[in-house]
């Protein structure tokens, strides 16, 4: 008959980095999680994967973020570093176009990491679930540092 689609999808390290929580940030629209729940990464390199398995959904004109949605139809938000939108996408390589598919191996962006200290910004990656309404559950089970592609959590959508 139907095929039933997963509710549970996994979340994963979009970067070798130091794992932060959401109200660790100096910006309050992800620390006060305005735009949805999630995670961050503090990355030791400029290498970003993906933070889900799905497709892309969509790339901001400025290069700084990038949407996806899971099999299970939550929408997640990667905002590469905080504050970058004005920087026009200089620091930015992506390496993925909406409609691909995409996992934990994933690598959607090369970031110039200096370049983004250099302006003044910070590098932090931010990874947030943006239809929270759709989100039944959300644990993030892994802190210190981690490596791309780890398994940091996973996020169950309402059936």
Avoid at 47 to 64: C, D, K, L, W
Avoid at 99 to 120: H, M, P, W
Avoid at 145 to 155: L, R, S
Wanted: aromatic letters at 6%; charged letters at 25%; glycine letters at 10%.
């Amino acid at each position: 008959m139907f095929k039933k689609k997963p509710t549970t999808g996994s979340l994963y390290a979009v970067a070798a980095g130091e794992m932060l929580s959401l109200s660790e940030l100096d910006e309050p629209v992800f620390s006060q999680r305005m735009i949805g729940d999630g995670y961050a990464v503090l990355p030791d390199d400029g290498r970003i994967f993906a933070p889900v398995s799905g497709t892309v959904i969509n790339i901001f004109e400025s290069q700084h973020a990038v949407g996806f949605k899971m099999e299970n139809g939550l929408e997640i938000l990667l905002h590469m570093g905080i504050d970058t939108a004005g920087l026009k996408g200089a620091p930015f390589k992506l390496q993925v176009r909406e409609g691909d598919k995409v996992n934990s191996t994933t690598r959607i962006a090369e970031v110039d990491l200096a370049q983004i200290r250099q302006e003044g910004k910070e590098t932090t990656m931010v990874v947030v679930l943006t239809n929270m309404a759709q989100v039944e559950h959300l644990l993030i089970e892994v802190h210190g540092h981690v490596e791309p592609g780890e398994e940091i959590g996973v996020a169950t959508a309402v059936e």
